[in-house]
C-alpha cells in the first residue's frame, strides 16, 4: 500500500521518536488510509496493525484528528471502526448522529460504556435492529427515552409501546414528544393529560373519537346527574364570565367528585381542553359546550381554530368515552388497557392518506354555534 510500510518498520521510530513522532505518524498513517477508494486485505491489516500500535502512543488531540480524518474512511475493519469511536473525543456524537451506517458490535460497544449522552445519540439513529432496541430500552435515563420517543423509525408496538407509556408517566417532555406522533395512540396519556401542552391535550382528546371504550364505573352517576346540564351549564358560564375560579373549583368538585387540586386544574385551564371533558361527559352539545368554553378560554389570541376543533370534537366524541376520561382521572381505571386490540381506535391515521381540507363555516351544528357565538362577541365589545 501507498505510503505503509509493515508494521515492524514503525516500531523503532514510535519508541524512539516520541510522543510528537507518533503524534505525526498516526495523523498521516490515517490520512492515506481515508484517500485509499477500497485497500487490499493485506493493506488493511498492515494499518490495523499500526493504528493499534499508534493510537495508545499519540497526544490526545492527535488521536481525535486522526480519528476524526479515519472516519471518513469508506471500508473500516470492525477493530478500525472500534478505534476510531474510542478516540474521537467530542467529536463523536455529531459522527454518531450523521454516520450513514454503524455496526451493531460498535453501537453495542458504545451502549456498553454507559454514556447517557452518546448512547441518546444512537437512539436517535434510524432503522435500529431489534438487538440494538433491545439493548436502548432497558437503560434508566430520560435522555435515551426522549431520544427514543422522538424516533419515528421505531414503531410504538408490544413492548416498546409499554415502556414508552411509563416513561411519558415519569418525564412530561415523553409525554409531549408522544402526543405529537400520528403513529401513538394519545389515549394512553390520560394520566398526564394535564402535564401536556395545549395541542397535546386536544390530540388526547381526538384519540377518543369513534372509539370502543370499557364501562366507566362512573357512568351510572353522570346518567343521573346530567338532568341537571342546563342548570349546570348556566352556572359555569356565569362564574367564567366573572372569572370567580376558586368558585367553579368548588362547584365541580362537589358534582363529579374529583380532588380539589384537579378540580383547580380544570377551573384554571385556559386551553379550554380539560373543561371540554366535564361538559362533554355530562352531556353537552356544541352549542351550549361552546357558550361556556368561550368565557373560559383565554382571549390573548385568535381562538377561532381551536373553538372549531371543540366544535367537532362535541360531534365526534362520546359522552361515555369522557366519563371514561374522568374515570381515568380519578383512578377508577387504567388507560393502559386501551392498548388492547377490542379497544383500538376504528381508523389508524396515515401518512399517506390525504388530510380532508378544511370546510368552510356552514353546516355542522357546530360551525353554526361557532359563528353565532362570534357574534355574541361582537354585539358585547359593542356595548
Known amino acids: 500500500m501507498i505510503g505503509f510500510q509493515p508494521y515492524e518498520t514503525f516500531q523503532l521510530l514510535i519508541e524512539t521518536g516520541g510522543v510528537e513522532r507518533a503524534n505525526t505518524l498516526l495523523v498521516a498513517a490515517c490520512d492515506a488510509y481515508a484517500r485509499r477508494s477500497k485497500p487490499l486485505t493485506a493493506e488493511a491489516e498492515q494499518f490495523e496493525a499500526l493504528a493499534r500500535r499508534l493510537f495508545p502512543t499519540a497526544a490526545p488531540t492527535a488521536r481525535a484528528r486522526a480519528a476524526g480524518i479515519l472516519a471518513s474512511a469508506q471500508h473500516l475493519t470492525p477493530q478500525l471502526e472500534i478505534l476510531v469511536y474510542d478516540h474521537l473525543g467530542t467529536g463523536l456524537i455529531a459522527h454518531l448522529e450523521r454516520a450513514p451506517s454503524l455496526s451493531d458490535d460498535v453501537m453495542e460497544r458504545l451502549i456498553g460504556k454507559g454514556n447517557a449522552d452518546v448512547i441518546a445519540a444512537i437512539a436517535r439513529r434510524p432503522a ?30 408490544g413492548a416498546y409501546l409499554n415502556a414508552l407509556t411509563r416513561s411519558a408517566e415519569m418525564d412530561h417532555e415523553v409525554a409531549a414528544i408522544l402526543a405529537e406522533r400520528e403513529d401513538f395512540d394519545a389515549a394512553l396519556l390520560t394520566g398526564v393529560f394535564f402535564d401536556l401542552p395545549e395541542e397535546g391535550r386536544i390530540n388526547v382528546l381526538k384519540a377518543y373519537a369513534r372509539r370502543n371504550l370499557p364501562q366507566a364505573p362512573m357512568m351510572r352517576t353522570f346518567e343521573q346527574i346530567s338532568v341537571a346540564t342546563n342548570e349546570f351549564t348556566g352556572a359555569l358560564m356565569k362564574l367564567f364570565s366573572e372569572n370567580r375560579r376558586p368558585k367553579i373549583t368548588r362547584l365541580i368538585s362537589q358534582i363529579i367528585g374529583l380532588d380539589e387540586l384537579r378540580c383547580a386544574e380544570i377551573a384554571h385551564d385556559t386551553s379550554g381542553a380539560a373543561l371540554f371533558v366535564v361538559l362533554r361527559a355530562f352531556g353537552c352539545t356544541s352549542y351550549d359546550g361552546l357558550k ?13 381554530k381551536t373553538l372549531a376543533s371543540f366544535a367537532r370534537l362535541f360531534d365526534e366524541v362520546s ?15 387504567r388507560p393502559a388497557e386501551l392498548s388492547r386490540p377490542e379497544y383500538a381506535r376504528f381508523a389508524e391515521p396515515s401518512r399517506r392518506t390525504p388530510e380532508a381540507q378544511q370546510v368552510s363555516r356552514t353546516g355542522t351544528v357546530g360551525d353554526q354555534a361557532i359563528e353565532a357565538l362570534d357574534r355574541m362577541k361582537s354585539v358585547r365589545r359593542a356595548s
Do not use: C, E, Q
Open 292 to 304: 361556556v368554553l368561550i368565557h373560559a378560554t383565554s382571549h390573548d389570541a385568535d381562538r377561532s
Open 319 to 333: 359522552v361515555p368515552a369522557m366519563v371514561y376520561m374522568m374515570s381515568a382521572w380519578r383512578g377508577d381505571v
Open 128 to 157: 435500529l435492529s431489534n438487538a440494538i432496541l433491545a439493548r436502548l430500552f432497558p437503560v434508566n435515563s430520560r435522555k435515551v427515552y426522549r431520544a427514543l420517543a422522538a424516533n419515528v423509525s421505531i414503531a410504538p408496538r
